[in-house]
């Protein structure tokens, strides 16, 4: 029994720690959309259309975020587009 108990507890910890990470993974996602300019979300709308023009997407397949470095900032546009 205690070998089951072994394993059952491994487990457990496991899915607690990758419910940890997914958890760092949305409050670091949260506080860069708080921070990000009021723009951002007229910008991503804008891209939308565009890319639409020619390959239907839907909305949540296309991902914006501007990352500030210091002296520049980057913005990163991720789209998935359909094969």
Known sequence: MALKDFFSRDKKENTASFAKERLKVIVAHERNARN?????????N????????????????????LNDDGNYSILEVNVNLPK
């Open 46 to 65: 804008e891209i939308l259309d565009v890319i639409r023009k020619y390959v239907e997407i839907e909305h949540d397949q296309l991902q914006i975020d």
């Open 36 to 44: 990000a300019p009021d723009y951002l979300p007229a910008l991503q």
